[in-house]
C-alpha cells in the first residue's frame, strides 16, 4: 500500500499548508490568542517537514517496495490486485476493530468551542502568571539562587533585574575564584536556559537554532582570542601594582589606599588562597602555546563551560531589551499596589483569558464582541473609547464618591470633579432654587439645610449692620468739628476735645 501512503502524504501536506493560510489570515487581538496562533503554525510546519521527509524516503525508495507495487499493478492482472488489496483491508480491520480513522478534512480546521465550553489553548499551560503570556520575564527564583550566592551584594529584584547579565565589577562583585563553585554553576546555567526557555516560547516562529548556533560560534572565536570578558588568561607577576595614590592586588581583584594597607593584607588567608588560584592559572597559561592546549586542563574547562553560560545569557537579555524593560515597569508599578488591587488585576486577566470566543458563522455578534470593551473594574473611560489605566484612577481618586444634595443628590466621582460642579450650571441652578443669589459664599455647602441657614444668617448680619444715617445724633466740638454721638464722648473722656 505504499501508493495509497503516498497519496495520503501529499493530501496531509496540503491540508497543512491551507490551514497554515487560514491562520495566518486571522488577526488576533489579544497576547494570547496570537501566541497561540504562532505556536499552532508552528507545530504544522514541523509536521510538514516530517511527512515531506517520509514522501521524500518513498520517492527514493531504497529498498524498491514501491517499484514493486507499481510492478504488480500495471503488469498483473487489475482485478486480481485490487481484490488481494481488499482483502488485506478487511483482515486487517477485523484485527484492529476500534482502529481511528483520521480525518485530515477536518483535523486542521479551527473548530469554535460550543456555548459554556471553556477554550482550550496550547500556551494556557507555557507561562507563569507573573509572565503575562510572554509579556513580562519571571526571574524571581533565579533572584532567590542568586542572593543565595556566597560573597555577593545583596539587590532588590528590580535591581536584579538591571543587572542580572552583568558578571563583571562594579555591577557583580563576584570574584573570579568565587564562580569555580557548583552553587554559581548552576545559577548562571538555570539563568541562561530560562532565557533560552523564554524566547523559544514567545517567538516559536523565528529560526531560533540558527540564532544560538551564531551565540556559540562568536563565543568559541572569543575564547580562542582569549578575548572573553573577565576570563581571560592571566600572565604576569603578582605583584601590586600602583596607580596613584591607590595599590592594586591583582590576587584579590581589590584596591587599597595606600602601600602600607597593601602589604598588611599579604599575610592574609585570602590573600594567601587567592594568590594560590591566580598562580595556577598562570601556570595553565604558561604550558598552553595554542588554542587547542588551552582546553588541555580541567580548570580551563570548567572556566570556558561557566563563560559560555554567562556569554549566551549577555546576547539573549539583549536580544529581549523590550521584554526586560517592560518587566521593570511593570514590577514598579505593582509595587505601588496593594494585594487587594494585585488580586483584582490577576482576576480580571483570568476572566480575559478565559472569556468564551463567539460562534463561527455569526457575524453580528462576532462584530458586536470587536466593539464591546473589556473593563471588569468599571474604569472611566479615555478620548480613545479605552478605559483609563488603573494607576492614573487611583491617583486621582476617582474611586470616591462625592454626593451633593443640592444639585439633586448627583454623585461626582473624584476630588477633581467634585470641586468642579460648584460653578457649573447644575449647581448654581440649584442655589437660585432655594432663594440664594450671592453663590460665591457657598462653596463647598452641599447640604440644603446648612445652605438656608447660612443664607439666613447673612440677610440677618446685612440687616444688622445697615444703619439709619437719619438715627445717628451728631455732636459738635468747640472747632465746628461734628461727629457721632459715641465718637465724640470717646474723645472727651480721653481729653482730646
Same mark, same amino acid.
Given at each position: 500500500m505504499i501508493l495509497e501512503e503516498q497519496r495520503f502524504l501529499h493530501e496531509d501536506l496540503e491540508r497543512l499548508e491551507q490551514a497554515i493560510s487560514d491562520r495566518v489570515a486571522e488577526d488576533p487581538r489579544q497576547v494570547r490568542e496570537r501566541l497561540n496562533r504562532d505556536h499552532q503554525i508552528s507545530g504544522f510546519l514541523d509536521r510538514i517537514q516530517d511527512q515531506s521527509k517520509r514522501l521524500l524516503d518513498i520517492y527514493n525508495d531504497a529498498e524498491g517496495v514501491r517499484s514493486k507495487e507499481i510492478q504488480s499493478i500495471s503488469t498483473g492482472e487489475p482485478l486480481k490486485e485490487f481484490y488481494k488489496q481488499l482483502s488485506d483491508i478487511k483482515t486487517f480491520h477485523q484485527k484492529y476493530p476500534n482502529e481511528p480513522v483520521e480525518n485530515l478534512e477536518k483535523a486542521y480546521k479551527k473548530r469554535a468551542p460550543a456555548e459554556g465550553e471553556p477554550?482550550?489553548?496550547?500556551?494556557?499551560?507555557? %507561562?507563569? =502568571?507573573?509572565?503575562?503570556?510572554?509579556?513580562?520575564?519571571?526571574?524571581?527564583?533565579? $533572584?532567590?539562587?542568586?542572593?543565595?550566592? &556566597?560573597?555577593?551584594?545583596?539587590?532588590?529584584?528590580?535591581?536584579?533585574?538591571? #543587572?542580572?547579565?552583568?558578571?563583571?565589577?562594579?555591577?557583580?562583585?563576584?570574584?573570579?575564584?568565587?564562580?569555580?563553585?557548583?552553587?554559581?554553576?548552576?545559577?548562571?546555567?538555570?539563568?541562561?536556559?530560562?532565557?533560552?526557555?523564554?524566547?523559544?516560547?514567545?517567538?516559536?516562529?523565528?529560526?531560533?537554532?540558527?540564532?544560538?548556533?551564531?551565540?556559540?560560534?562568536?563565543?568559541?572565536?572569543?575564547?580562542?582570542?582569549?578575548?572573553?570578558? =573577565?576570563?581571560?588568561?592571566?600572565?604576569?607577576?603578582?605583584? @601590586?601594582?600602583? =596607580?596613584?595614590?591607590?595599590?592594586?592586588?591583582?590576587?584579590?581583584?581589590?584596591? %587599597?589606599?595606600?602601600?602600607?594597607?597593601?602589604?598588611? $593584607?599579604?599575610?592574609?588567608?585570602? $590573600?594567601?588562597?587567592? #594568590?594560590?588560584?591566580?598562580?595556577?592559572?598562570?601556570?595553565?597559561? @604558561?604550558? !598552553?602555546?595554542?588554542?587547542?592546549?588551552?582546553?588541555? !586542563?580541567?580548570?580551563?574547562?570548567?572556566?570556558?563551560?561557566?563563560?559560555?553560560?554567562?556569554?549566551?545569557?549577555?546576547?539573549?537579555?539583549?536580544?529581549?531589551?523590550?521584554?526586560?524593560?517592560?518587566?521593570?515597569?511593570?514590577?514598579?508599578?505593582?509595587?505601588? *499596589?496593594?494585594?487587594?488591587?494585585?488580586? *483584582?488585576?490577576?482576576?480580571?486577566? +483570568?476572566?480575559?483569558?478565559?472569556?468564551?470566543?463567539?460562534?463561527? @458563522?455569526? !457575524?453580528?455578534?462576532?462584530?458586536?464582541?470587536?466593539?464591546?470593551?473589556?473593563? &471588569?473594574?468599571?474604569? &472611566?473611560?479615555?478620548?480613545? =473609547?479605552?478605559?483609563? &489605566? +488603573?494607576?492614573?484612577?487611583?491617583?486621582?481618586?476617582?474611586?470616591?464618591?462625592?454626593?451633593?444634595?443640592?444639585c439633586g443628590n448627583y454623585v461626582y466621582m473624584g476630588r477633581r470633579a467634585f470641586d468642579k460642579h460648584f460653578n457649573e450650571a447644575r449647581h448654581i441652578y440649584g442655589l437660585k432654587c432655594l432663594g440664594i443669589t450671592n453663590t460665591t459664599l457657598f462653596r463647598e455647602i452641599t447640604d440644603i439645610a446648612d445652605a438656608e441657614k447660612l443664607w439666613e444668617k447673612i440677610q440677618r448680619d446685612k440687616k444688622k449692620n445697615k444703619t439709619d444715617e437719619g438715627s445717628v445724633v451728631q455732636m459738635e466740638d468747640a472747632e465746628g468739628n461734628v461727629m457721632p454721638e459715641k465718637v465724640y464722648y470717646d474723645l472727651q473722656k480721653q481729653g482730646l476735645l
Open positions: 477554550i482550550i489553548s496550547e500556551v494556557d499551560n507555557m %507561562f507563569t =502568571g507573573e509572565e503575562a503570556f510572554g509579556k513580562f520575564l519571571d526571574l524571581t527564583t533565579i $533572584h532567590e539562587l542568586f542572593l543565595n550566592l &556566597p560573597s555577593i551584594k545583596r539587590l532588590t529584584y528590580l535591581q536584579y533585574l538591571d #543587572a542580572f547579565d552583568s558578571f563583571t565589577p562594579p555591577l557583580c562583585n563576584i570574584k573570579r575564584p568565587d564562580k569555580m563553585t557548583d552553587q554559581y554553576f548552576n545559577y548562571v546555567g538555570q539563568l541562561a536556559g530560562y532565557l533560552e526557555s523564554f524566547m523559544r516560547r514567545t517567538r516559536p516562529l523565528e529560526n531560533l537554532e540558527k540564532l544560538f548556533e551564531s551565540f556559540d560560534s562568536d563565543f568559541e572565536k572569543a575564547w580562542n582570542d582569549n578575548e572573553v570578558v =573577565g576570563w581571560k588568561l592571566e600572565v604576569g607577576p603578582t605583584l @601590586g601594582t600602583t =596607580g596613584g595614590d591607590t595599590v592594586w592586588c591583582a590576587d584579590c581583584e581589590k584596591e %587599597f589606599k595606600n602601600d602600607n594597607v597593601y602589604k598588611g $593584607h599579604l599575610n592574609g588567608k585570602k $590573600h594567601i588562597r587567592a #594568590a594560590e588560584l591566580r598562580a595556577t592559572r598562570q601556570e595553565v597559561a @604558561g604550558t !598552553s602555546t595554542g588554542p587547542s592546549s588551552r582546553g588541555s !586542563s580541567t580548570l580551563r574547562l570548567k572556566e570556558r563551560a561557566i563563560a559560555e553560560r554567562e556569554y549566551r545569557t549577555k546576547r539573549l537579555a539583549a536580544a529581549m531589551s523590550q521584554e526586560r524593560a517592560d518587566t521593570r515597569v511593570n514590577v514598579e508599578r505593582k509595587q505601588g *499596589m496593594t494585594e487587594r488591587e494585585r488580586q *483584582m488585576e490577576l482576576d480580571a486577566v +483570568f476572566a480575559e483569558s478565559t472569556s468564551a470566543a463567539p460562534q463561527a @458563522g455569526d !457575524s453580528d455578534s462576532e462584530s458586536d464582541d470587536d466593539e464591546k470593551i473589556y473593563n &471588569p473594574l468599571k474604569l &472611566p473611560l479615555a478620548w480613545d =473609547g479605552k478605559p483609563i &489605566p +488603573f494607576w492614573l484612577y487611583k491617583l486621582h481618586g476617582l474611586g470616591v464618591e462625592f454626593r451633593c444634595e443640592i
